[in-house]
């Protein structure tokens, strides 16, 4: 069963603007991953961030956090054609073993 | 090594045909993962093994048969499949116990075909 809503379903920028993602889920988790795909092969993971946590910095990457509106976003900060991917949001609830992804927002940086 | 391998890369196979599919990692993660992946839709998780036990059945058909020989090694069986099968087969590691503070390594996924 899918837990998370990834919006948009799709972004087209150019190379050096930031790009934002964003992810609703429904139930109480314990921890929100980020995840990037490309051209349908493997998943990377990029960032975990948990439940008691609010932002969370790696390289060009911020991801925000607010339980009470079970909402987190990603942001991009000057992105790079290879930036060019799927990424999907994933919770895990409670002691879960379960990784639970979103429907993903395909981003396209132009060069 | 940081690497989740899996084989084939590309498989096609008849309705009447029986394959499996691999995964192997050696970074000493006690479980393991297989998700189904559709066409422009998320992966989807198939079953979950814990220290070589299968800890998770998301209600998966019997055509889909997995199989943990040992703590390095995921095997999927495939018995009778439908084309609507067709799909990008995922294979995950992780550390043991749960997900709550660390994440998931993906294999390249193999890309299976039922004709």
């Known amino acids: 069963s899918q837990q998370g809503e990834e919006d948009p379903q799709a972004l087209s920028i150019q190379e050096g603007e930031n790009a934002t993602m964003n992810c609703s889920y429904k139930?109480?988790?314990?921890?929100l991953q980020w995840y990037r795909q490309n051209s349908g092969r493997g998943l990377v993971h990029l960032i975990l961030?948990?439940?008691?946590?609010r932002e969370k910095h790696s390289g060009r990457l911020r991801v925000t956090l607010d339980t009470s509106k079970k909402s987190s976003s990603l942001l991009i900060t000057a992105s790079r054609a290879a930036d060019t991917a799927s990424y999907f949001c994933a919770t895990v609830q409670g002691g879960s073993e379960k990784l639970v992804f979103g429907k993903g927002t395909k981003l396209t940086v132009n060069p | 090594d940081t690497e989740v391998t899996q084989t084939p890369k590309h498989l096609v196979m008849g309705m009447t045909n029986k394959k499996s599919l691999k995964c192997e990692q050696h970074m000493g993660h006690r479980a393991m993962y297989w998700y189904k992946q559709k066409a422009k839709k998320p992966p989807e998780l198939m079953f979950v093994y814990s220290y070589e036990k299968l800890s998770i059945n998301e209600s998966v058909p019997s055509r889909f048969s997995p199989e943990c020989p040992n703590s390095s090694l995921l095997n999927l069986h495939l018995h009778a499949l439908q084309p609507e099968d067709s799909a990008l087969y995922l294979c995950?590691?992780?550390?043991?116990?749960?997900?709550?503070?660390?994440?998931?390594?993906f294999g390249q996924g193999t890309r299976l075909t039922v004709v």
């Open positions: 961030i948990r439940s008691n946590e």
């Open positions: 139930t109480s988790i314990n921890n």
């Open positions: 995950a590691s992780s550390q043991a116990g749960s997900l709550m503070n660390t994440e998931a390594f």
